[in-house]
Structures are given as C-alpha cells and as structure tokens.
Nanobody
Framework: VQLVESGGGLVQSGGSLRLSCAAS????????IGWFRQAPGKEREGTLC????????TYIESVKGRFTISRDTAKNTVYLQMNGLKPEDTAVYYC????????????????WGQGTQVTVSS
C-alpha cells in the first residue's frame, strides 16, 4: 500500500485543518488506516484509526471531540479533520496502513506516508 498525505500547515490556536491520506496499491481497499503524530523529542503516538472491522477508534483523550476521522471509499482517501487546534497538537502527522485491524502501536502498521507538518501557533 502506498500512502500520500497532504493538508498540513501553519494555523492559529483554535483553528482547523483537514489532512488527507490517499491510498493506492494492493490491499488499500481493506486496510485499516491510522493517523499518528510525532512531536520533536517525543515518541510517535496513534491518534485515530478507521477500519471496516473496528469502525472509528480514538486513542488519545486529548483529541476527543476535536479530531474526527472519515473515509471516502470511492476516492480511497482517509481524512483527519482537526478542529479547535492547540499548540500541543504541533507535530508531524503520518498516516499508516495495517491489515484489517486498528491499533495504537506504530509497529503494527507496515506502510507509512511521508508525513505532513502541522504547526499551531499560540
């Protein structure tokens, strides 16, 4: 599975961004797609994930009610809508694909996008 992210950028605190993850290649139509983020000096962490088996899963309490994940199967694209952004959301955001099931562990995902920078100013 090949993944290409887009949609990152610089936004003020309280603003919104929508990230896109376009998937292609063998297995892309039944993969679980997760969004991870990695801030400088911190470990990569799973935020949200979507799959046909798990539905939508949120792994971080701090993004509940602000971030949502959705999937356009016709376009084979997964979106991460981020509202009410805070400076602590600043990170490189990655989408990743796993076979069938969601997970919060980066090691469970075999395909990764190149990452997109999200910077939230205070």
């Amino acid at each position: 599975v090949q993944l290409v992210e887009s949609g990152g950028g610089l936004v003020q605190s309280g603003g919104s961004l929508r990230l896109s993850c376009a998937a292609s290649g063998f297995g892309s139509d039944y993969s679980a797609i997760g969004w991870f983020r990695q801030a400088p000096g911190k470990e990569r962490e799973g935020t949200l994930c979507i799959s046909d088996f798990d539905g939508r899963v949120t792994y971080i309490e701090s993004v509940k009610g602000r971030f949502t994940i959705s999937r356009d199967t016709a376009k084979n694209t997964v979106y991460l809508q981020m509202n009410g952004l805070k400076p602590e959301d600043t990170a490189v955001y990655y989408c990743a694909a796993a076979f069938y099931y969601c997970s919060s562990r980066p090691a469970d995902f075999g395909s990764w996008g190149q990452g997109t920078q999200v910077t939230v100013s205070s």
